[in-house]
Nanobody, 118 residues
């Protein structure tokens, strides 16, 4: 599966953005999908994930209540709706897919930059 992340940009504190992770080459419904981010000088952080089976979701504490991950298997796309953005959300955001029955996220999209100004 190939992943294409998009939707990043520059917003002010309190603003919103929706990131998209579009898949090609395979049905995304066969994968769990996660969103990760990496801020300058910091480690890669997993911030949200959604299962392939029942659509259950999980979030890092840093984004819980502000970000929502969802999937549209018809469009073969996973979304990350980000609200109440803070300057500390500034990072490069990546989506990644984990094939059902296998460990680890093996497929990664290119990053999309999110910049939140105060």
């Amino acid at each position: 599966v190939q992943l294409q992340a998009s939707g990043g940009g520059s917003v002010q504190t309190g603003g919103s953005l929706r990131l998209s992770c579009a898949a090609s080459g395979s049905t995304l419904g066969n994968y769990a999908v996660g969103w990760f981010r990496q801020a300058p000088g910091k480690e890669l952080e997993k911030i949200a994930c959604i299962s392939s089976s029942d659509g259950s979701t999980d979030y890092a504490d840093s984004v819980k209540g502000r970000f929502t991950i969802s999937r549209d298997d018809v469009k073969n796309t996973v979304y990350l709706q980000m609200s109440s953005l803070k300057p500390e959300d500034t990072a490069v955001y990546y989506c990644a897919a984990q094939e059902v029955g296998k460990s680890g996220y093996s497929y990664w999209g290119q990053g999309t930059q999110v910049t939140v100004s105060s």
